[in-house]
């Protein structure tokens, strides 16, 4: 009897070692599932802040190119003779002209392929981003299902 009893004592003490154990590997899993989550959404913000980066980049790209295309279509007009530029403007040297205007055309083209390398980059962010709330979400359901 008293050996049954001692039995069932250790029989019983396993059986809520067990129960414990379980419910800490669930709280332990739930754990690891949080840090996972913090850590991807501390990614996600520095992702963000990136792109925001890169986008205000891009704005004052495109608008140092707006400015240079504008000053490039005035100068040509204000030396047009329709608009009496020969009469109003100083003499220039045509090799210095020429010169001037294949500057300005480079310059809009570097300006250009600047703008695509950087919404290129912006549109690779924006899929960053997208992957990790994906995985954000994921985890955020793995987390439910273990609750229930």
Do not use: C
Not at 43 to 53: E, G, I, P, V
Not at 100 to 106: C, G, I, L, P, S
């Amino acid at each position: 009897m008293m050996k049954r009893m001692l039995w069932l004592k250790v029989i019983g003490l396993f059986v809520l070692g067990f129960y414990f154990s379980t419910i800490s590997a669930q709280q332990s899993g739930q754990l690891i599932i949080e840090a996972q989550i913090q850590d991807l959404e501390a990614s996600l913000l520095r992702t963000t802040q990136h792109q925001q980066s890169v986008f205000q980049q891009f704005q004052m790209l495109q608008e140092i190119r707006r400015f240079e295309v504008a000053q490039d279509s005035f100068t040509t007009l204000s030396q047009s003779p329709q608009a009496g530029g020969t009469l109003n403007s100083p003499i220039v040297d045509y090799d210095d002209a020429v010169r001037a205007k294949q500057d300005r055309q480079r310059k809009l083209q570097q300006y250009t392929l600047d703008l695509e390398t950087l919404y290129q980059r912006f549109q690779e962010l924006e899929s960053e981003k997208r992957m990790i709330m994906e995985q954000i979400d994921l985890l955020n359901r793995q987390k439910k299902q273990k609750v229930e």
